[in-house]
């Protein structure tokens, strides 16, 4: 609980700027040249190399999610108007109105520029090519708390009351496949090479589907409701990601074991001393990355132990998102802080190749 770090830093501060309300979300351009960020007073806004420009200015409407397409193209937001812009470049090409419906949750595939988006109890997809909506899907249970899109962009995972259903974009008419609980899914990812399904869960577990087995693992004994959700792209010797999953003020970091039967060993990481807000690994590595409203952005060498603090918010961080090759680490703050630290390496620039 202490936030005393080695020596040498891994992550130095390149960028500091300030919004004019609680940053809501952040999102890095595939090609890593460009970070989105939207806050509660509606404000979005593109940082590039030390620049600002501001796409839509605060209209004291909430805007609560932010993501890029695939090719870097078309960047979308959703919020609390109800309403799903979609940017190319710097231009609004598109608005969808949803109200009274909020959108608190949107995805783009990473195989085509299809846009999935919440609204209540459905979630509708959206076709940036065609500027059409391609189909409506009824959650049916609850309002949807989650969706994500599998990598290759063939299913798609939405979370909520009673477990996640996984739809075959395929086929969408087709029945979705169904992760049954009797809790609700709070927070829910697919792993990176697509094997895996996470449920982060109301009732303090986490569940870990084996795509093609239908027996789920199911992990228990957190403090509180699984908040947040990671998994690492690196992979351990037995050929599996990593998951890291936050509960509280604390982060439990799962590997699977060789014997089936065991699943998946615990490690549990202490040093936050608030509630955790967002949690990610760094691109192709085990390092860690855990943001909390306790004014910590705290970096974990190979999701074993702290190897730095990151501070400079003046309450707590809202947000966190690498950079895609891992060059930089972005930060949103409950004050409106938007911050950016830089990988210490010997010569290195901004990467405008």
Request: with cysteine; aromatic share 10%.
């Amino acid at each position: 609980m202490n936030p005393i770090t080695t020596k040498s830093k891994e992550f130095t501060e390149h960028y500091c700027g300030t919004l004019s309300d609680y940053v809501t979300a952040i999102a890095w351009s595939p090609d890593g040249k460009t970070l989105a960020a939207t806050s509660a007073a509606g404000e979005v806004v593109l940082w590039n190399d030390g620049e600002l420009v501001t796409l839509q200015t605060g209209n004291s409407t909430s805007v609560d999610c932010v993501a890029f397409s695939p090719d870097g193209k078309f960047l979308a937001v959703g919020g609390q108007d109800g309403q799903v812009k979609i940017w190319q470049n710097t231009e609004l090409i598109a608005t969808l109105e949803n109200a009274p419906a909020w959108v608190d949750k949107l995805a783009w595939s990473q195989a085509n520029n299809q846009l999935a988006f919440s609204l209540g109890r459905y979630v509708q997809v959206w076709n940036a090519d065609t500027r059409e909506v391609v189909v409506t899907l009824n959650f049916d249970n609850s309002s949807v708390l989650g969706i994500d899109w599998r990598r290759d962009g063939q299913y798609l995972a939405i979370g909520g009351y009673k477990g996640v259903k996984i739809w075959d974009s395929q086929n969408w008419d087709q029945e979705p496949y169904l992760l049954d609980m009797q809790s609700v899914s709070v927070a829910m990812a697919w792993s990176p090479d697509g094997k895996f399904l996470a449920s982060g869960n109301m009732d303090r577990s986490v569940a870990v589907l084996e795509w093609n087995n239908t027996d789920p693992w199911v992990m228990r004994g957190f403090p509180g409701k699984i908040r947040n959700l990671a998994w690492s792209e690196a992979k351990t010797q037995l050929g599996a990601p990593i998951l890291a999953t936050s509960s509280v003020e604390g982060i439990v970091v799962w590997e699977k074991l060789e014997d089936e039967s065991l699943g998946w060993e615990a490690r549990v990481l202490t040093n936050h001393v608030d509630i955790i807000t967002a949690i990610a690994f760094a691109p192709n590595s085990f390092l860690l990355a855990s943001a909390a409203s306790d004014g910590w952005l705290c970096l974990w060498n190979k999701a074993k132990q702290v190897s730095q603090v990151l501070t400079g918010v003046s309450a707590g961080y809202s947000s966190l998102a690498w950079h895609p090759q891992g060059k930089f680490l972005a930060a949103g703050g409950d004050k409106g802080e938007l911050l950016i630290w830089s990988k210490v390496t010997k010569g290195q620039g901004f990467g405008r190749s």
